[in-house]
């Protein structure tokens, strides 16, 4: 699938990080074709204008700047004149102040659904596999489904009297953090804590001051983050905070510096050694020579199990649109994201991946270092690897057999990015590596990534929905409700 003397060619590194991208099948000459669609496409600068606070995101016109927020060098970066990094650089003394006043707190409650979530939670999950992090050992609980199933769950566990709870929205209207957060209030009471006690354990995190104040929060305890940051690219805002709160403000500060450290390549680095841009382009060869409708995210470590479903957010909220950002139909948008940690992987949906109807590209993540100190290490993790690399091996080069039943088509394409370790600065890396590459494809297929008009419709039908279901008569089709869904309804409220 890959000439020998291309391999050296396919291999590109940017804070140590590894992007292998040999077994994409793509020829020199194709990619200097597809180096050729990105000029075309002006993504050099689709990049300067983000950096420079350019309101790339039209729809809403503001700006897309996330990368302010990991701009650990604090050099000015300009919002309509004003630079943003005073504001942004007050959040963080604000956190790491915070960091060194909490005591003998047993829980915390991170109440905040999609991008005021994943990524926290993500990082939570995977910093608690690092060997020898320091941590203050509290009990992170993260609600963010309506379903009281995991908010019964949560407060079984908590504490109450040492509890701190931390509502994150940034439009502090969202519905189910809304109902969560007053239920977890509701929960505070009925343990007799005090209406001072309540009001010490509760923070919010918004870009709507005056709703979390409305609330009850006290001033001191919210913290901003602001409209050109999106939802599912907060997590290095005060979105984060778990992540300082638990392994300390000098780890939130490695995962900041990691990301920071991808977008400055990803700011200046030639398009052709640019490692967000070539993974944004082998993508889109993908789609164009094989019609992909898929692909998966597979790493090679149990910590990064949650890394798939934070990435199906940032990529199918960002780019899953019909139309571009002219108003016309594209041509390719998002495909479907899905992934878990191999090699479980491998005994779940593997079957598909290798001789399945469909071609699905796969980005094979690994980590050089073993994920624990524990003596059987070493061998296990050799083990992992050489999964890892005899999959890639396996889906690219297949196999013949005269029953069709062992036959495996080969030529599936994988890339495999190589991380040297996983702690705090290589997550903030491969997050950044990821985000950048979303940007990168909305530029090429002319996307906006950063407005998600679609998710709000539905929950616009919810309201004349649950109205419906409040009550106990029978329910007609109407302008709101459809005869499928009107048949629902009765068939719940009989």
Same mark, same amino acid.
């Given at each position: 699938?890959?000439?020998?003397?291309?391999?050296?060619?396919?291999?590109?590194?940017?804070?140590?990080?590894?992007?292998?991208?040999?077994?994409?099948?793509?020829?020199?000459?194709?990619?200097?074709?597809?180096?050729?669609?990105?000029?075309?496409?002006?993504?050099?600068?689709?990049?300067?204008?983000?950096?420079?606070?350019?309101?790339?995101?039209?729809?809403?016109?503001?700006?897309?700047?996330?990368?302010?927020?990991? =701009?650990?060098?604090?050099?000015?970066?300009?919002?309509?004149?004003?630079?943003?990094?005073?504001?942004?650089?007050?959040?963080?003394?604000?956190?790491?102040?915070?960091?060194?006043?909490?005591?003998?707190?047993?829980?915390?409650?991170?109440?905040?659904?999609?991008?005021?979530?994943?990524?926290?939670?993500?990082?939570?999950?995977?910093?608690?596999?690092?060997?020898?992090?320091?941590?203050?050992?509290?009990?992170?609980?993260?609600?963010?489904?309506?379903?009281?199933?995991?908010?019964?769950?949560?407060?079984?566990?908590?504490?109450?009297?040492?509890?701190?709870?931390?509502?994150?929205?940034?439009?502090?209207?969202?519905?189910?953090?809304?109902?969560?957060?007053?239920?977890?209030?509701?929960?505070?009471? =009925?343990?007799?804590?005090?209406?001072?006690?309540? $009001?010490?354990?509760?923070?919010?995190?918004?870009?709507?001051?005056?709703?979390?104040?409305?609330?009850?929060?006290?001033?001191? %305890?919210?913290?901003?983050?602001?409209?050109?940051?999106?939802?599912?690219?907060?997590?290095?805002?005060?979105?984060?905070?778990?992540?300082?709160?638990?392994?300390?403000?000098?780890?939130?500060?490695?995962?900041?510096?990691?990301?920071?450290?991808?977008?400055?390549?990803?700011?200046?680095?030639?398009?052709?050694?640019?490692?967000?841009?070539?993974? $944004?382009?082998?993508?889109?060869?993908?789609?164009? $020579?094989?019609?992909?409708?898929?692909?998966?995210?597979?790493?090679?470590?149990?910590?990064?199990?949650?890394?798939?479903?934070?990435?199906?957010?940032?990529?199918?909220?960002?780019?899953?649109?019909?139309?571009?950002?002219?108003?016309?139909?594209?041509?390719?948008?998002?495909?479907?994201?899905?992934?878990?940690?191999?090699?479980?992987?491998?005994?779940?949906?593997?079957?598909?991946?290798?001789?399945?109807?469909?071609?699905?590209?796969?980005?094979?993540?690994?980590?050089?270092?073993?994920?624990?100190?524990?003596?059987?290490?070493?061998?296990?993790?050799?083990?992992?690897?050489?999964?890892?690399?005899?999959?890639?091996?396996?889906?690219?080069?297949?196999?013949?057999?005269?029953?069709?039943?062992?036959?495996?088509?080969? %030529?599936?394409?994988?890339?495999?990015?190589?991380?040297?370790?996983?702690?705090?600065?290589?997550?903030?890396?491969?997050?950044?590596?990821?985000?950048?590459?979303?940007?990168?494809?909305?530029?090429?297929? %002319?996307?906006?990534?950063?407005?998600?008009?679609?998710?709000?419709?539905?929950?616009?039908?919810?309201?004349?929905?649950?109205?419906?279901?409040?009550?106990?008569?029978?329910?007609?089709?109407?302008? %709101?409700?459809?005869?499928?869904?009107?048949?629902?309804?009765?068939?719940?409220?009989?």
């Amino acid at each position: 699938m890959q000439n020998p003397e291309n391999i050296a060619a396919s291999t590109h590194i940017a804070v140590d990080v590894v992007l292998d991208t040999a077994y994409q099948n793509i020829s020199p000459a194709q990619w200097e074709k597809l180096f050729s669609v990105a000029r075309k496409s002006k993504l050099e600068g689709f990049i300067a204008d983000m950096f420079a606070g350019k309101h790339i995101n039209l729809s809403e016109d503001r700006p897309a700047l996330h990368s302010a927020l990991r =701009n650990l060098s604090k050099s000015p970066v300009m919002l309509d004149g004003k630079d943003v990094m005073p504001a942004v650089t007050e959040v963080w003394h604000r956190i790491e102040a915070l960091c060194n006043k909490w005591v003998g707190i047993t829980d915390v409650i991170h109440i905040g659904i999609g991008g005021s979530d994943f990524g926290p939670r993500l990082a939570i999950e995977a910093l608690a596999h690092v060997p020898g992090i320091a941590s203050r050992g509290m009990r992170m609980h993260f609600l963010a489904n309506i379903d009281t199933a995991e908010l019964a769950r949560i407060l079984d566990r908590a504490q109450p009297n040492s509890t701190r709870v931390i509502i994150v929205s940034k439009s502090f209207t969202t519905l189910e953090t809304t109902m969560n957060a007053k239920a977890v209030v509701n929960w505070l009471k =009925n343990s007799d804590c005090t209406h001072s006690q309540i $009001a010490h354990s509760l923070y919010a995190v918004t870009a709507n001051i005056p709703a979390a104040r409305e609330f009850g929060i006290a001033e001191e %305890n919210i913290y901003p983050f602001w409209d050109w940051v999106g939802g599912r690219y907060s997590v290095w805002s005060a979105v984060g905070l778990p992540i300082a709160l638990q392994y300390g403000f000098k780890n939130f500060e490695q995962f900041l510096a990691g990301a920071h450290a991808m977008d400055l390549h990803f700011k200046n680095a030639p398009l052709e050694q640019n490692l967000p841009v070539i993974m $944004a382009l082998a993508l889109l060869h993908q789609q164009e $020579a094989m019609g992909i409708k898929a692909y998966a995210a597979i790493p090679y470590a149990d910590a990064l199990d949650w890394f798939p479903k934070w990435l199906q957010q940032l990529d199918m909220e960002s780019n899953g649109k019909s139309v571009d950002r002219d108003g016309k139909p594209v041509k390719h948008s998002s495909p479907v994201v899905f992934g878990s940690a191999g090699s479980n992987a491998q005994h779940s949906y593997f079957q598909l991946l290798h001789q399945g109807s469909d071609v699905v590209p796969i980005d094979f993540i690994a980590v050089r270092k073993p994920m624990s100190d524990r003596p059987e290490a070493v061998a296990h993790h050799r083990i992992l690897l050489s999964n890892c690399l005899a999959q890639a091996q396996a889906l690219a080069h297949g196999k013949k057999a005269e029953n069709p039943n062992d036959v495996y088509p080969g %030529n599936r394409p994988s890339n495999l990015i190589l991380l040297p370790e996983l702690n705090a600065f290589y997550l903030g890396a491969l997050l950044a590596l990821y985000e950048n590459r979303a940007a990168s494809l909305g530029a090429l297929w %002319n996307i906006n990534s950063f407005d998600q008009p679609g998710v709000e419709y539905g929950k616009v039908l919810a309201k004349p929905i649950e109205k419906a279901l409040l009550g106990d008569s029978h329910v007609e089709a109407n302008d %709101n409700i459809d005869a499928v869904t009107a048949a629902r309804i009765n068939l719940l409220n009989s």
